[in-house]
């Protein structure tokens, strides 16, 4: 597969996704509206009627805007996944010319100019922004290998895996792990493929969603391993493209700020507090922000960022 041609300013497209917060989304769509941009939203089935409105009303008639069909995307389930693959399947069926394509949330923000963001991803040379490591890695939990090696699903909205953990004691616990791998009944990853892991978010050149595109419409088997991984928006694409000759074209750097340092499963809200944080980075995006909490700083950026 050849590598791009670099150009001085990349045409760039958008695959965001959202659940909440309308006004938000609204304001992230009308930042990045620059000629040429597209951008296709996929807001979670599980969203109420009234807030969908609220979010495709003030955005009705933007011919570069296009909502998705919607589908329920559960934290950490497969959902996520495939509003990404929908997203990039109508952005590669809709004939629109593109360099880049930019996975955001609805909670993203750019901390770059548009043009800002087209030139530095035009001279880019067709690099792939994704954090990926091989897995076991010492970044996540216990190497990360649970959660391929059990089956996760959902009965009636609630979270299940097995074989998992499913006692209280730990020694019985691990008693049940010896048990079930005698057994054969925790999962191998797909022949041939090396487990990669990484954040959800990434910017891809056009040759590169359209190989994982490819890939899934190709290996319906691959697709169905992956709909019983634990948030598998983190081993997906970087699994397909870190097994491909696209992977000496991976940068270790998804150009993103987001701030982990209060743990959990979610990044810390951004405010005023972390602006210079912001700025001084060398990040185009951040994550993620709710003008809930601090509407101040997404005005800040504005005002210091040259639209």
């Known amino acids: 597969m050849s590598q791009p041609e670099s150009s001085v300013d990349a045409v760039v497209a958008y695959v965001i996704s959202a659940y909440q917060l309308p006004e938000m989304l609204v304001r992230l769509v009308e930042r990045l509206d620059a000629p040429g941009t597209h951008t296709f939203i996929h807001v979670d089935a599980r969203t109420p009627d009234r807030m ?26 497969f959902g996520h996944v495939r509003a990404t693959l929908d997203g990039l399947r109508a952005l590669i069926g809709s004939g629109r010319p593109f ?19 087209t030139e530095t991803l035009g001279r880019a040379d067709g690099k792939i922004f994704m954090r990926a490591s091989r897995l076991p890695t010492d970044l996540w939990t216990d190497g990360g290998t649970y959660r391929y090696e059990n089956r996760f699903f959902h009965i009636a909205g609630r979270p299940f895996s097995f074989p998992g953990a499913p006692f209280s004691h730990a020694p019985l616990n691990r008693a049940w792990w010896r048990i079930a ?17 990484g954040s959800s978010y990434w910017m891809l ?14 290996d319906p088997a691959l697709l169905k391993f992956f709909r019983y991984v634990r948030v598998p928006d ?15 074209r991976c ?14 499963d979610s990044p810390r809200i951004l405010t005023c507090d972390d602006l210079s ?7 185009l995006f951040a994550r993620k922000f709710d003008p809930g909490v601090d509407a101040e700083v997404l005005d800040r950026i504005d005002r210091t960022v040259a639209v």
């Open 99 to 117: 360099d880049y394509v930019v996975l955001l949330t609805g909670q993203d923000y750019p901390l770059r100019s548009n043009a800002r963001i």
């Open 52 to 77: 969908f409105r609220a979010m495709t009303g003030p955005l009705a008639g933007r011919p570069n805007v296009e909502f998705l069909p919607r589908h329920a995307c559960r934290w950490g389930d």
């Open 205 to 218: 050149p056009a040759d590169a969603a359209r190989y994982v595109v490819d890939r899934a419409v190709s």
């Open 277 to 283: 944080m912001l700025l001084s980075s060398n990040a």
């Open 234 to 248: 983190e081993i997906f694409f970087q699994t397909l493209i870190m097994n491909s000759p696209l992977r000496t």
């Open 181 to 197: 791998r005698r057994l054969g009944l925790y999962r191998r990853f797909p022949d041939g493929l090396e487990p990669y892991g």
């Open 251 to 264: 940068v270790d750097d998804d150009l993103r700020f987001i701030d982990w340092r209060e743990g959990g």
